[in-house]
Nanobody
Framework: QVQLEESGGGLVQAGGSLRLSCAGS????????MGWFRQVSGNEREFVAT????????VHGDSVKGRFAISRDNAKNTVYLQMNSLKPEDTAVYYC???????????????WGQGTQVTVTS
């Protein structure tokens, strides 16, 4: 079993930056592919980014490409999402997820954190 806990969310003005962290326990995250998703109330979870176990491969969603960057530190059992040039439309609850392969859908990941709210004001 894997437990995930996100942190780093908050309120920021448009154009600002935030760095989200996802700390894992129960199993080394280095064995798992990791992903970030976001969700606005009433909508489905939207793919944000994913990273392979060794960090050799990363993929970012089109809506965040060039602004967000996923990374990981397996020694710290932590995954990060650096978010720059934030826009009001980035406002959502952000979730980290873990699975055995890099996927672009929520169903690809069996393990999830509780989420952290990011609010971007104009």
């Amino acid at each position: 079993q894997v437990q995930l806990e996100e942190s780093g969310g908050g309120l920021v003005q448009a154009g600002g930056s935030l760095r989200l962290s996802c700390a894992g326990s129960g199993r080394p995250l280095g064995l798992l592919a990791m992903g970030w998703f976001r969700q606005v109330s009433g909508n489905e979870r939207e793919f944000v980014a994913t990273i392979s176990q060794s960090s050799a491969r990363v993929v970012h969603g089109d809506s965040v490409k060039g602004r967000f960057a996923i990374s990981r530190d397996n020694a710290k059992n932590t995954v990060y999402l650096q978010m720059n040039s934030l826009k009001p439309e980035d406002t959502a609850v952000y979730y980290c997820a873990a699975g055995t392969y890099m996927g672009y859908g929520a169903a690809d990941y069996p393990y999830w954190g509780q989420g952290t709210q990011v609010t971007v004001t104009s």
